[in-house]
């Protein structure tokens, strides 16, 4: 996993795990104010924040196959050694749910574009995330 990546999804489970949030239900979007703490915490303009963080979450996807499959691993590692740290996967998570707000804010709610917004906020071919689609699933169960 990259370093980039490891800062990204360390501040975001900083922002949703701790502090004020701890304990509380985990909604995996911004508001106004995250959104500046979390752009101060990554000395990240805060313009953008969103798209960067799928952007980052994007390259560490697999390039050949099922793209889950290594941050998957990750995560089953994870939730055996102790689930008392938060999870590697937080930023992909909330990458997830971005390209999902992007559907709504279309009002067009079809699978296909969910898959076409995922493709476009991670940087990579519809195909495979929508043939792979079930391998995120447990990464959610995971976070729950």
Request: aromatic share 14%; charged share 20%; glycine share 6%.
């Amino acid at each position: 996993m990259s370093a980039i990546y490891i800062k990204y999804n360390h501040a975001l489970n900083e922002l949703f795990f701790s502090g004020r949030f701890a304990w509380r239900p985990v909604y995996l979007s911004l508001d106004a104010g995250m959104r500046a703490e979390l752009a101060a915490a990554l000395d990240e303009e805060e313009e953008g924040l969103e798209e960067k963080i799928c952007e980052v979450s994007g390259n560490v996807l697999d390039r050949v196959g099922n793209p889950y499959a290594s941050i998957n691993a990750q995560a089953k590692v994870w939730w055996r050694k102790s689930r008392s740290s938060p999870p590697p996967f937080t930023a992909l998570l909330f990458a997830l749910s971005h390209a999902a707000a992007q559907m709504a804010a279309d009002g067009y709610f079809g699978p296909n574009n969910y898959y076409l917004r995922l493709a476009q906020a991670l940087g990579r071919e519809r195909q495979l995330h929508s043939f792979h689609g079930k391998y995120k699933d447990s990464l959610w169960k995971m976070l729950s």
